[in-house]
């Protein structure tokens, strides 16, 4: 910490006179706070995390041989159901059931397998098996599945992605704060309307809000954004605007971002805690080990 500190403490953005005018050096810590700190890229990272558990679990059980199973020469022996017992998933609202069986090839060998599907056949009972020549241990019953849960179930890999998506799209608006940061014009906007909508985001109702601002040449411009965080518009210089003087509708409110501004006194523009930093860089490299672990034991 800077010993200037001690005689003069940071103060807001909007409350520095100094930093008007760009360019303005943004610290690492409030880059990573705008990055990966906001509450959307937060949402991102954890949903990730806890979609990609969740995919795994049920990509484990689902039969993702029956993608290619049709492929190759394929011949159908009689077999006899050996066991029966109910696994702890269901399908269509139906217990799903495993069954081992065996079955003997023309060449006289016997293979066994598994098959899962609802409780049509029982102990004893002759079934058709369906195998590959080349390969004869790789079979299932007709009309059954090597796997509790079909091809279908490959959907579910579409809940990590919104968590990506999402994730990347808020350190897309990460990408654009630090940019008006260091290089934006900064002035002050006046709240124009204040509109409550239908929409809820936990249990808090979503309003439509639009600030209004005059670039360095006069011109007026609006920003429209949806929040449930109306606090941010109370905040000292929550409504102050930062601008692309090149072209001005490129622009957000200071209160938007997930971290208040300060200016120390050496001019550099910091954050207000560290540890809300350390919490924001701790989700992605997790988000990555997770993800980096399933892939690891999937590929065993």
């Not at 909007?14 to 990966?36: C, I, M, N």
Request: glycine residues 8%.
């Amino acid at each position: 910490m800077p010993a200037s500190r001690s005689i003069t403490q940071p103060r807001p953005l909007g409350a520095s006179p100094s930093a008007q005018v760009p360019p303005r050096q943004v610290d690492w810590p409030l880059r990573a706070r705008l990055l990966f700190g906001g509450k959307l890229a937060q949402f991102g990272w954890i949903w990730l995390i806890l979609a990609s558990l969740f995919s795994w679990i049920f990509l484990g059980q689902t039969d993702l041989g029956a993608l290619v199973f049709n492929f190759g020469q394929r011949a159908s022996a009689q077999g006899t159901v050996v066991a029966a017992w109910e696994t702890n998933v269901s399908s269509n609202d139906q217990s799903v059931y495993g069954l081992s069986y065996t079955f003997v090839t023309p060449a006289e060998q016997t293979y066994d397998g598994v098959s899962y599907g609802p409780p049509v056949f029982s102990v004893g009972q002759t079934v058709i098996v369906d195998y590959h020549v080349n390969n004869p241990a790789n079979s299932r019953i007709q009309g059954m599945g090597q796997a509790p849960f079909g091809p279908a179930m490959l959907l579910i890999l579409a809940l990590p992605l919104v968590g990506l998506l999402v994730a990347g799209f808020a350190m897309r608006q990460g990408a654009k704060a630090i940019r008006l940061l260091s290089g934006g014009r900064l002035t002050q906007g006046r709240l124009l309307a204040n509109t409550r909508t239908n929409m809820e985001i936990m249990e808090k109702p979503v309003h439509q809000i639009e600030v209004g601002f005059a670039s360095e040449f006069g011109a007026a411009h609006t920003i429209k954004f949806k929040t449930n965080n109306l606090a941010m518009l109370d905040a000292p210089y929550g409504t102050c605007v930062l601008y692309n003087p090149l072209r001005p509708e490129d622009a957000l409110l200071v209160g938007s971002l997930p971290a208040q501004p300060l200016v120390s006194p050496n001019g550099s523009i910091e954050m207000d805690s560290s540890l809300r930093t350390s919490i924001a860089l701790a989700l992605p490299p997790l988000a990555l080990l997770v993800i980096g672990a399933i892939a690891w034991s999937m590929a065993r």
